[in-house]
């Protein structure tokens, strides 16, 4: 039995989406679980930067910028010797410093947007939860529908049934779909924390998990359509892809290089 992209199996598919599902989700669970596994106020309310190192530390050196004093006027960081006192996640045990670390490195980890477990806070926001939460359906979706296509684009529209994007093909506004789609799905956070950060408005935990969710949901689907998108199971052959309105993949005489889809003309 042949699948609908033309190869005799979707494995190879399924196991990527696996990684993507298992990544995510589990690192998900274990930022629940950790903070709840813990001796209760073993992390106290935190406040650092997005995709810097702010709490390896607590002695004066690279990586304790999350607790060195800062001012409490609104800006990024507080004194953190009134919020709980200092915390490096370098002396915890080893999951959960990896736990903490990731979320230090990710996420600026502030406690007014964060939850809170057995009195300790979580090692990321509540955006970032919705974000976790959506890659890993994003997996769970390539992994019932999602097909290797050659490209990236066709491999993410693979997700959609095929009779409802035939004209897509027909106009060839592929990567409009696939990218324009994944687009609209980041449009939320980047809505919600966007006008946050100009603007007096202020989101709430709830409206950053829900935004956070389409957002992981496209990051989900991207990840497992640029993983799972490879010509070596079609014998690097673009005619042994089957898309859907009976397009053809051609690859430009002059360069070898496979460039936009043919369609078949209709009877």
Same mark, same amino acid.
């Given at each position: ?19 993507v ?23 106290p309310?935190l406040s ?18 999350g ?25 915890l ?7 903490y670390?990731f979320?230090?490195?990710?996420c =600026?980890?502030? =406690? ?11 090692p ?32 993410i ?8 994007v ?9 990567f ?25 408005y ?18 989900g ?15 690097f052959?673009a ?12 690859a ?16």
């Open positions: 039995m042949v699948e609908p992209n033309g190869l005799p199996d979707r494995f190879r598919e399924i196991r990527i989406s696996n990684w599902i298992g990544l995510s989700f589990g690192y998900l669970l274990s930022s629940f679980l950790v903070p709840a596994l813990l001796p209760t106020d073993t992390v309310e650092g930067r997005a995709n810097a190192i702010d709490y390896m530390s607590k002695d004066s050196s690279w990586g304790d910028w607790n060195e004093p800062h001012p409490e006027d609104g800006s990024m960081g507080h004194d953190q010797s009134e919020h709980g006192g200092q915390f490096a996640w370098s002396e045990d080893l999951f959960s410093a990896f736990i670390a979320g230090d490195i990710n =600026h980890q502030k =406690h007014e947007r964060s939850w809170e477990i057995n009195g300790n806070q979580m990321i926001c509540t955006r970032d939860v919705g974000i976790f939460a959506g890659i890993a359906v994003g997996g769970l979706i390539f992994r019932k529908r999602g097909l290797n296509r050659w490209t990236v684009r066709d491999t529209i693979s997700v959609l049934p095929d009779n409802k035939e004209q897509f093909y027909f106009t060839d506004r592929r409009l779909l696939a990218f324009g789609g994944i687009a609209l799905l980041l449009l939320p956070t980047a809505l919600d924390g966007g006008i946050q950060a100009i603007t007096d202020e989101s709430t935990n709830l409206k950053r998990l829900l935004t956070g969710f389409p957002m992981g949901l496209g990051i689907l991207l990840f497992s359509g640029v993983f799972a998108a490879n010509p070596k199971p079609f014998d052959n005619e042994n892809v089957k898309l859907p309105a009976n397009a053809r993949l051609v430009h005489e002059a360069s070898d290089v496979i460039e936009d889809s043919n369609i078949d003309e209709q009877e």
